[in-house]
């Protein structure tokens, strides 16, 4: 016969001894917890004008400077010492958690927008630009393996004159993203599944 002192342990630690001892089932109190939605991919502006950081320090060096408004997407699931590494279409680093805000406008997924979810295959993610050319000004950005939203199924989409494909958005942001070139092999994105 083993004998324990339960009032020495921690009440979870005595529970998972005395269920390993007695083989009894996991009791209710020790179920695991549902599932915390991803935060990567999701989109995030700035409350004000603030420094993008090499690191998790205010004394690191910066990447950039983000604009009042301006987009990012968050690029990992915790801030960790008041910092959150996201990613702008051009740049990736390290911003103060407190600096940023949810994105304005940017509704979450709903049922019915399964058949216009796509994922991003380009290994650099996309610039999201306010027109479909590359001069237009971008409002956004998506990383790879993150989820855009096509404004309508089959995507509407343009052909520019280089032989670019521009396809528009609703979400994460509005606007359009490249889709590759015509004739070329691959394409930027692919449906979800």
Avoid: H
């Avoid at 205010?58 to 009042?68: F, Y």
């Avoid at 280089?162 to 930027?188: C, E, L, Y």
């Amino acid at each position: 016969m083993i004998s324990i002192q339960m009032n020495q342990w921690n009440p979870a630690i005595a529970g998972l001894a005395l269920i390993a001892i007695t083989g009894a089932t996991t009791p209710a109190f020790a179920q695991t917890p549902a599932a915390v939605p991803s935060l990567v991919g999701q989109c995030r502006e700035a409350k004000v004008s603030t420094p993008l950081f090499t690191q998790r320090s205010s004394t690191s060096g910066t990447v950039s400077l983000l604009a009042t408004a301006q987009k990012v997407t968050l690029a990992e699931n915790a801030v960790t010492n008041g910092f959150i590494l996201v990613s702008t279409p051009l740049n990736k680093g390290y911003v103060q958690a407190v600096n940023l805000r949810a994105c304005t406008g940017v509704q979450p997924p709903t049922p019915g927008d399964k058949g216009l979810c796509r994922r991003v295959t380009q290994p650099l993610g996309l610039a999201i630009r306010q027109a479909p050319n590359t001069t237009s000004a971008i409002v956004g950005g998506a990383e790879l393996n993150s989820q855009v939203f096509v404004t309508t199924n089959p995507a509407t989409s343009q052909t520019a004159a280089d032989g670019r494909i521009w396809v528009q958005i609703a979400k994460p942001t509005a606007g359009w993203v490249s889709n590759g070139f015509m004739n070329a092999p691959g394409s930027n994105l692919v449906y979800c599944k």
